[in-house]
């Protein structure tokens, strides 16, 4: 990510916070994912952009205290929210790192968080992770397949990966739904002074969520794939084979 979309980030964590709690339908389509994940109590779980942690508690309450839930973010003031919201769970660990290079096993040494949250991140191999969720975030990568890749490679066969994205809707109501969510989009993107874009910032989204979710189904057995608040979300999620 970017230094300026790090500051943008950063500087509208407080109003990513609200949204991510309090959008009517979040708290439902974030417990569906955690849901989709397949998680055991005792198992560890990696979210991979956790934001401001608002899927945090749902992983948690999945895998128990007996449990490990890592989040990863590279925006510290968002993860400060993070690690504020879960401070009461002593299995909640936040960590600041980019989600292609997620700083657990051999990753870790190269993160940049502080404290003994980066110390977990040591003692996390590939190997022990059970689950990868990534909610809102391949739309930010370069790579987005390449990412679903090494989330898959890093869990390993009998892992699950969860992919929750917004992206236009193809319901029969979907027009108004679209161009609302088309101007969040545009006001989202940094940076947002610009009012033209050589290419549709929407249309970049809708095509990098395409490819994600279409490689996790190459990669994949399916046990979810649902669409959530009118059709904008989309959720998918596998077992590795």
């Not at 401001?52 to 925006?75: C, H, K, M, Q, W």
């Not at 990568?141 to 992919?163: I, M, R, S, T």
């Not at 940094?190 to 490819?211: F, G, N, Q």
Request: proline share 5%; net charge negative.
């Amino acid at each position: 990510m970017s230094e300026s979309a790090q500051e943008f980030y950063g500087r509208w964590a407080r109003l990513y916070d609200l949204i991510a709690r309090e959008t009517p339908g979040i708290a439902r389509l974030r417990r569906r994912a955690a849901a989709a994940c397949r998680l055991e109590p005792g198992d560890t779980v990696v979210e991979m952009g956790c934001g401001t942690g608002a899927n945090l508690p749902y992983l948690r309450e999945r895998v128990g205290s007996e449990g490990t839930v890592i989040g990863i973010d590279f925006t510290r003031p968002v993860l400060e929210r993070a690690r504020a919201a879960t401070a009461e769970y002593d299995n909640v660990h936040v960590l600041q790192g980019d989600a292609t290079e997620p700083p657990v096993g051999l990753e870790a040494a190269r993160s940049v968080a502080n404290g003994a949250d980066s110390a977990v991140g040591e003692d996390v191999a590939a190997g022990d992770i059970d689950a990868v969720l990534a909610t809102f975030v391949v739309g930010m990568l370069a790579d987005p397949a390449g990412a679903v890749d090494d989330w898959c490679e890093l869990v390993g066969p009998g892992g699950h990966v969860v992919l929750a994205n917004a992206a236009r809707s193809d319901e029969w109501y979907a027009p108004p739904v679209n161009a609302v969510f088309r101007a969040i989009v545009v006001l989202s993107t940094p940076p947002t002074t610009r009012l033209r874009y050589d290419d549709s910032p929407h249309l970049r989204l809708d095509a990098k969520i395409d490819a994600a979710h279409e490689r996790l189904r190459e990669r994949a057995v399916a046990v979810a794939d649902e669409t959530h608040l009118f059709g904008v979300v989309r959720l998918t999620g596998g077992r590795v084979a």
